[in-house]
């Protein structure tokens, strides 16, 4: 006698996850997500206070016109987190550079907070 495919000497051990196991992943992919989706809009905030505090560094002449410059940038932005007077200016060489540090805090569940600080300077 030959053996057939659906006997049980050719059954395999089954594979995969189990229901318990897909809910646990699937939690904690969804924590993820959810700290990822209020991350994101910190990172595209200090994205676009690097590219304005370029810009400022690129066009003022003094402090006041860095500021200045850069709280229009902030304005049309809606950029809160750091403010004109918040940025330290400098000048290296014949070059004025903008440094800025600050820090955002992103509340997750009851006392627990996700603290993110931040800091760059002008390309």
């Known amino acids: 006698m030959g053996r ?3 006997g ?3 059954q395999q051990p089954q594979r995969g996850f189990s229901l318990l196991g897909m809910l ?3 939690g904690i992919a969804a924590c993820l997500f959810l700290v990822g989706a209020q991350v994101a809009p910190t990172v595209i905030e200090y994205q676009a206070i690097v ?3 370029s810009k400022a560094a690129r066009e003022g002449n003094s402090v006041v016109e860095v ?3 850069y709280d ?3 304005a049309i932005d809606n950029m809160s987190s750091i403010a004109g007077r918040d940025l330290d200016v400098t000048k290296e060489g014949d070059k004025i550079v903008v440094n800025f540090a600050y820090q955002r ?3 997750l569940a009851g006392p ?3 603290l993110l600080k931040y800091q760059g300077r002008s390309k």
């Open 105 to 107: 805090e992103i509340h």
């Open 72 to 74: 229009r940038a902030a």
């Open 51 to 53: 590219k304005a505090t």
């Open 4 to 6: 057939t495919l659906t």
């Open 112 to 114: 627990a907070y996700l």
């Open 8 to 10: 049980t000497p050719f």
């Open 67 to 69: 500021r200045t410059i």
């Open 24 to 26: 646990f992943f699937g």
